[in-house]
């Protein structure tokens, strides 16, 4: 049953809590179990409505927008479920905090999507993934607690809602988690990607984190982090940059040399000059790739000094000339 909040302030429902509560006294004195549980209703309602009062009605009308309305008012803090339920009103907040995520697209993310991530980058020993989502939380992301939960970016992604069917369509079908990721990815090219979507995909399974970082370091997919070059995006979000591998010697270039050599060039082709900020439709350049000078087979090596970085036209170019 849908109850409508009345219009009270919340001093006016705190008073008549109060007096609810007061009255109760008498209540408590009496035998009947029931008479007591049905003389409590009341204030647990008053409460609930105490509770979704603190959020203006004219800043948000529902429950749903009370949740999203108090995650925008402290971003990038850890905030507990049960915060979640007093602003929001309802039993089944929890529900709300899925939908926002999933067809609003509201980058929130959960203290097991977290864990997931926190305990993949310490099994790979990539102490930098670590060490930024600590950063961004003040609390190291394998303390978050299951029921925490925290908003990453202020920005709506507006595509979400479409992306949420695909989803959906990856994540019936009968092949192994990796396969589903990287379709996944395959039909959302250069779209924001966030773990919890992978969570979701992944049925819960947290290999989910482990097999991004192999389809990236080991298949060499160009799916780009904030680690390793891309700067500008939201901790937690991942995005294919084009749809191809990288050449296999081109893989397994670690992290921090990636971001180094990314630095050194400027963050573009030292053939042309081409940057992402430039991406264009009708451009056939669409990312950055580093390549090695001196090629792994003639025992080139994965260092700043042996590395540059060319958009994928040059590459390919480069490629072609040495015919491998
Ligand atoms: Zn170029
Ligand atoms: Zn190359």
Same mark, same amino acid.
């Given at each position: 049953?849908?109850?409508?909040?009345?219009?009270?302030?919340?001093?006016?429902?705190?008073?008549?809590?109060?007096?609810?509560?007061?009255?109760?006294?008498?209540?408590?004195?009496?035998?009947?179990?029931?008479?007591?549980?049905?003389?409590?209703?009341?204030?647990?309602?008053?409460?609930?409505?105490?509770?979704?009062?603190?959020?203006?009605?004219?800043?948000?009308?529902?429950?749903?927008?009370?949740?999203?309305?108090?995650?925008?008012?402290?971003?990038?803090?850890?905030?507990?479920?049960?915060?979640?339920?007093?602003?929001?009103?309802?039993? /089944?907040?929890?529900?709300?905090?899925?939908?926002?995520?999933?067809?609003?697209?509201?980058?929130?993310?959960?203290?097991?999507?977290?864990?997931?991530?926190?305990?993949?980058?310490?099994?790979?020993?990539?102490?930098?993934?670590?060490?930024?989502?600590?950063?961004?939380?003040?609390?190291?992301?394998?303390?978050?607690?299951p029921d925490q939960y925290v908003l990453?970016?202020?920005?709506?992604?507006?595509?979400?809602?479409?992306?949420?069917?695909?989803?959906?369509?990856?994540?019936?079908?009968?092949?192994?988690?990796?396969?589903?990721?990287?379709?996944?990815?395959?039909?959302?090219?250069? /779209?924001?990607?966030?773990?919890?979507?992978?969570?979701?995909?992944?049925?819960?399974?947290?290999?989910?984190?482990?097999?991004?970082?192999?389809?990236?370091?080991?298949?060499?997919?160009?799916?780009?982090?904030?680690?390793?070059g891309r700067d500008d995006l939201a901790?937690?979000?991942?995005?294919?940059? /084009?749809?191809?591998?990288?050449? /296999?010697?081109?893989?397994?270039?670690?992290?921090?040399?990636?971001?180094?050599?990314?630095?050194?060039d400027g963050f573009k082709c030292v053939?042309?000059?081409?940057?992402?900020?430039?991406?264009?439709?009708?451009?056939?350049?669409?990312?950055?790739?580093?390549?090695?000078?001196?090629?792994?087979?003639?025992?080139?090596?994965?260092?700043?000094?042996?590395?540059?970085?060319?958009?994928?036209?040059?590459?390919?170019?480069?490629?072609?000339?040495?015919?491998?």
């Amino acid at each position: 049953m849908r109850r409508s909040r009345p219009d009270n302030a919340p001093e006016a429902l705190r008073q008549s809590l109060v007096e609810l509560l007061t009255n109760f006294a008498e209540e408590l004195r009496k035998s009947d179990l029931r008479a007591k549980v049905i003389a409590l209703v009341p204030a647990f309602h008053k409460l609930r409505d105490l509770g979704s009062s603190l959020i203006p009605k004219d800043e948000a009308s529902s429950a749903r927008e009370r949740v999203i309305a108090y995650f925008r008012r402290y971003p990038r803090t850890v905030i507990n479920g049960d915060e979640l339920m007093v602003v929001s009103g309802i039993a /089944e907040w929890a529900r709300r905090v899925r939908e926002l995520r999933v067809q609003f697209g509201w980058l929130i993310y959960s203290g097991m999507t977290f864990k997931d991530m926190a305990e993949d980058a310490t099994a790979a020993e990539d102490a930098e993934e670590t060490a930024s989502l600590e950063a961004a939380l003040g609390i190291h992301p394998s303390k978050i607690k299951p029921d925490q939960y925290v908003l990453m970016r202020e920005e709506q992604d507006r595509h979400a809602a479409h992306r949420w069917n695909v989803l959906n369509e990856v994540r019936r079908k009968k092949v192994s988690v990796t396969d589903k990721i990287i379709e996944y990815f395959r039909k959302n090219v250069g /779209e924001e990607i966030t773990g919890e979507e992978l969570k979701y995909l992944a049925k819960d399974k947290k290999e989910w984190a482990r097999r991004v970082r192999e389809l990236r370091t080991q298949q060499g997919w160009p799916i780009v982090t904030k680690n390793s070059g891309r700067d500008d995006l939201a901790i937690g979000v991942y995005v294919l940059e /084009e749809d191809r591998q990288t050449f /296999e010697h081109d893989r397994t270039i670690p992290d921090a040399v990636r971001v180094a050599v990314l630095q050194r060039d400027g963050f573009k082709c030292v053939k042309c000059g081409w940057n992402r900020s430039m991406l264009s439709p009708d451009d056939p350049r669409k990312m950055l790739e580093l390549h090695h000078v001196r090629h792994h087979k003639d025992k080139g090596e994965n260092t700043v000094d042996n590395l540059i970085t060319l958009c994928n036209v040059h590459h390919d170019e480069e490629h072609r000339h040495r015919k491998s």
